[in-house]
């Protein structure tokens, strides 16, 4: 009887302590595919792509994981789905505040908002909103840095745009272990030299 206490709570401490989308920080490729299945690859030899997540999050389709050879997996990106809307952004904007609601009810007050519409820019009208994200005059997101308590290093979250009428939402966290993935990516491969 003991031991099956102790092991409904070692599985409920494990749950509970799961990072963003059940993945966490240092993850090999190896144990990525255990919990998700074959992951899609990319252009890039460290970025992978995966439709399934340990822990999904309603209205995120895809996961991009970032897995550096020394750090393991070191960022999670969540892209939403496709979310139809008006020239306004309607439908988008409040996908978008629902979801910064939650994240800031878990996270505490962002660090920053970006949400914003560059100097001079034509698109300055309500009805142009979709038309300045897609164009990347307009910034519609939020940034977390001030996370390392719950074991990350930074949380965004954006708006996009694919066209006027149909926009989706990315949400992406870096793992203390980001700045270290990045630099090891970006060395020269002196093989190759």
């Known amino acids: 009887m003991k031991l099956a206490v102790a092991s409904v709570l070692s599985l409920l401490a494990s749950s509970t302590l799961a990072g963003p989308f059940g993945f966490e920080q240092g993850q090999t490729l190896a144990e990525?595919?255990?919990k998700v299945g074959k992951l899609d690859r990319t252009d890039e030899p460290t970025v992978f792509r995966s439709v399934k997540a340990p822990v999904p999050l309603k209205g995120i389709e895809a996961y991009g994981l970032l897995v550096g050879k020394e750090t393991g997996l070191c960022k999670v990106v969540g892209l939403g789905q496709d979310i139809a809307t008006n020239d306004e952004g309607h439908a988008l904007q409040a996908?978008?505040?629902e979801l910064k609601a939650a994240l800031t009810k878990k996270y505490g007050e962002p660090t920053m908002v970006a949400e914003s519409l560059a100097e001079g820019s034509i698109w300055d009208e309500p009805k142009?909103?979709?038309m300045g994200l897609k164009l990347g005059e307009r910034r519609h997101g939020v940034i977390w840095s001030k996370v390392a308590a719950q074991g990350l290093a930074t949380?965004?979250?954006q708006a996009e745009a694919l066209n006027p009428n149909t926009g989706f939402l990315r949400l992406s966290y870096e793992f203390p272990n980001f700045k270290?993935?990045?630099a090891a990516k970006d060395e020269l491969n002196p093989d190759a030299l």
Do not use: K, R, S
């Open 32 to 34: 990525l595919e255990a």
């Open 155 to 157: 949380i965004v979250l």
């Open 95 to 97: 996908a978008y505040a």
């Open 128 to 130: 142009d909103f979709m």
């Open 180 to 182: 270290a993935c990045v």
